[in-house]
């Protein structure tokens, strides 16, 4: 009778165990996939698929999506965020962008095409809140996604370029040493091997603030100046090194100027500053009590320096940085804000 107590016991408990054990799989999978039995809203295309377009531009027509929300769940709480399959195009202006759902249940989007391939392909995904935001812990999964496609050709003459986001237009730089490749400065550092169609950042380049210029010396050295840490150059575009010794305020520069022999370069706050020892130190110069911001450096034939002050005043120094001369220039063009100088290889000046 003890025997069949105790064998009875032993099967409860064992059934016990493996419900247990059940039980602890299935909440391990829920916590695997969140909300996974929970209903889910639905996302449709509406109208914008399988266009054709050219690089660069955008489609002729909008993108349009209807959203069909869970109940007790206001359609204006969703968000559409896009990925791109094929192609290197924008979405709404954007590289990495987002979408928000109207009152209704729609939204639109403008799919700017990329430059880089005929088949374009982009994914849409319907999120209900953010992915940047947490829900108890947790991140956001999609909550529905669809596919649209595009096909893109060449531009027949000037064309947009792809891959670099929106450069400005006023401080967006571009270089080249062996005009093969192309280097853009444009918050970030961009190569172009294609003449400038299609843009990718430069790799094993440091997490620098912003890249807001970028030139060479006629030994292929490139030189990079940064919004708030300085100059940066490197002999092999792999190593990188620091060259701001002597200077004390790098933030929001104003001008640049890459030489063989004399670097140049100024600050919002602070300079204008000259290394003729590539960066090992540089030193302030002294040019005109009423002006501190200086910008378009350049260097004549002659050795001589040139630069302008914010008011548009023409500078010029015959002694490497160590005096300056203020030059009257004509009428019309005198204390006018200059926005473009430099010096051809006939000695005569250019400027706008």
């Keep these: 009778m003890i025997r069949s107590v105790l064998y009875i016991k032993l099967i409860f408990s064992s059934l016990l165990m493996l419900s247990l054990m059940a039980g602890c799989k299935k909440d391990s999978d829920k916590e695997k996939d969140p909300g996974s039995l929970l209903p889910k809203a639905k996302l449709s295309l509406t109208g914008g698929d399988k266009q054709s377009?050219?690089?660069?531009?955008?489609?002729?027509?909008?993108?349009?999506?209807?959203?069909?929300?869970?109940?007790?769940?206001?359609?204006?709480q969703y968000y559409l965020e896009f990925a791109f399959v094929q192609g290197n195009g924008m979405i709404n202006g954007y590289t990495i962008p987002q979408s928000n759902v109207q009152q209704d249940g729609t939204a639109k989007a403008i799919w700017q095409l990329g430059c880089n391939s005929n088949a374009q392909k982009i994914k849409v995904y319907l999120y209900a809140y953010p992915t940047t935001y947490t829900n108890n812990g947790k991140a956001s999964v999609p909550q529905d996604s669809i596919e649209v496609e595009a096909t893109g050709t060449k531009p027949i003459g000037w064309g947009k370029s792809c891959g670099c986001g929106v450069p400005d237009m006023f401080k967006a730089q571009v270089t080249t040493f062996d005009s093969k490749t192309l280097y853009l400065a444009s918050n970030k550092l961009y190569s172009s091997t294609d003449g400038g169609m299609n843009w990718y950042e430069v790799a094993g380049v440091p997490k620098w603030s912003s890249v807001v210029g970028a030139q060479f010396n006629t030994k292929g050295w490139l030189y990079v100046l940064t919004k708030t840490d300085g100059i940066f150059y490197s002999k092999d575009l792999k190593n990188w090194e620091a060259?701001?010794?002597g200077i004390l305020d790098k933030r929001d520069p104003t001008g640049f100027m890459v030489k063989d022999d004399i670097l140049m370069v100024s600050f919002y706050f602070d300079g204008p500053y000259i290394t003729t020892d590539n960066g090992f130190f540089w030193k302030k110069m002294l040019v005109s009590n009423s002006s501190q911001r200086f910008s378009f450096f350049n260097k004549h034939a002659d050795g001589s320096l040139y630069l302008f002050d914010d008011w548009g005043k023409l500078f010029r120094s015959k002694d490497t940085?160590?005096?300056?001369?203020?030059?009257?220039?004509?009428?019309?063009?005198?204390?006018?804000?200059?926005?473009?100088?430099?010096?051809?290889?006939?000695?005569?000046y250019y400027r706008n």
Excluded: A, H, M, V
């Design 243 to 245: 060259i701001n010794n």
């Design 321 to 348: 940085g160590e005096t300056w001369q203020p030059i009257l220039l004509d009428y019309g063009y005198y204390l006018s804000q200059p926005t473009g100088f430099s010096i051809g290889t006939d000695g005569l």
């Design 53 to 76: 377009g050219i690089y660069g531009e955008n489609l002729p027509n909008e993108l349009s999506f209807k959203i069909t929300p869970i109940e007790g769940i206001r359609p204006e």
